[in-house]
């Protein structure tokens, strides 16, 4: 599954409102009533109140459609509008109207407003900021969304959590319990910076145009499981370990042997039929002590990688776990890409 950056996003919009001929405002229905159908399955008591937070553009406008859709369906809806532009967006003034035509009130917050009256067990809802947040927060609308972190209710984010840049470092963002984002995952939740922002990913189709997604070019990609499943080689019941390949691990040195004893124990239970580690003769016994299943050839060194050889075909080889930075290992290493094309 390709992971595409927010200005491919929304070129994919784009090319998806002109080639099945419908509105944003469709596409944005779409997505919202995704959004609602996966909240009135996970929360299915009737009783449940929801808290929206939403921002004045697009993601603002999917956060009232699903108040809407809530309402209709007789949750206890309260909706906040955050205004950060002088305008609002198109769309977000148009299902702002829709609201009104369901009786459903909202409340506009602005830097003197007191924080919502949330009960623990209710929802809060952000809608605040899409994927098209590009610069720094106002300082009251970081201190609603620290104020909202405070808070125990259960939180879902729209499509990103508010606050969360898609390219660059994020400093204050909401802390979601669940992100239900819309048609692609995104680079930024799998960032490490970000663990605090994200607790869950939940991804919702909205149909996008298919060619357009073949089309578009992305260098990030996102393996799940049906795709894992798909690629998956059964192995025969009559296979056996000279059939199901041979791979060649390179590296340790004295101190870091540990590393070859993972990554050889990593290989075999991947599947390898075989699995020669080639280490330092320091590595000699620990190797056989640990992973005696391994098969084990040495450098002639004691300490470090100095000359790698070997006298058989392997599948596939892997090099570096512990190798070090030593000078003699640098041009071993060096010498051996420059030589493997050759021999195998």
Same mark, same amino acid.
Request: with cysteine; net charge neutral; charged share 20%.
């Given at each position: ?87 609002? $967006? @198109? ?7 829709? +609201? ?5 009130? #909202?409340?506009? /917050? !602005? ?103 073949? $089309? @578009? ?7 799940? +499981? ?5 690629? #998956?080689?059964? /192995? !025969? ?108």
């Amino acid at each position: 599954m390709k992971i595409f950056n927010a200005e491919k996003i929304k070129e994919l919009d784009k090319l998806t409102i002109e080639k099945q001929q419908i509105t944003s405002l469709d596409l944005m229905e779409r997505a919202a009533l995704q959004a609602f159908l996966w909240l009135v399955n996970h929360f299915q008591d009737k009783k449940t109140v929801y808290h929206i937070f939403c921002g004045d553009g697009n993601n603002g406008g999917d956060g009232l459609v699903i108040a809407r859709l809530l309402k209709q369906n007789y949750f206890d809806v309260h909706v906040y509008i955050v205004p950060f532009n002088e305008n609002f $967006s @198109i769309v977000f003034n148009s299902n702002l109207g829709r +609201l009104k035509e369901c009786n459903l009130e #909202y409340e506009v /917050i !602005s830097e003197a407003t007191e924080f919502p009256n949330i009960g623990e067990n209710h929802i809060i809802i952000d809608a605040i900021f899409g994927i098209g947040l590009t610069r720094e927060l106002a300082g009251w609308i970081q201190k609603l969304i620290q104020k909202i972190n405070y808070h125990q209710s259960f939180k879902v984010s729209i499509d990103v959590p508010s606050g969360l840049f898609l390219d660059k470092k994020t400093t204050i963002a909401i802390h979601s319990d669940v992100v239900l984002t819309f048609q692609f995952p995104k680079l930024a939740f799998y960032l490490p910076d970000n663990e605090n922002f994200i607790a869950e990913i939940v991804l919702l189709p909205i149909d996008l145009d298919v060619k357009s997604i073949e $089309s @578009i070019p992305s260098t990030y990609y996102y393996t799940d +499981l049906n795709k894992i499943k798909k690629r #998956y080689k059964p /192995i !025969s019941k009559f296979s056996h370990k000279g059939t199901q390949g041979h791979a060649l691990l390179i590296g340790g040195c004295f101190g870091k042997i540990g590393a070859m004893v993972l990554a050889s124990q990593a290989a075999l239970r991947s599947g390898c039929g075989l699995a020669t580690v080639f280490v330092p003769k320091c590595g000699y016994e620990i190797m056989q002590t640990a992973t005696p299943e391994a098969m084990v050839i040495t450098d002639e060194n004691y300490h470090k990688i100095t000359n790698i050889e070997f006298n058989f075909q392997p599948k596939a080889i892997g090099i570096g776990m512990g190798i070090g930075q030593d000078d003699e290992t640098t041009q071993a290493f060096h010498h051996f890409l420059k030589t493997i094309p050759f021999r195998w």
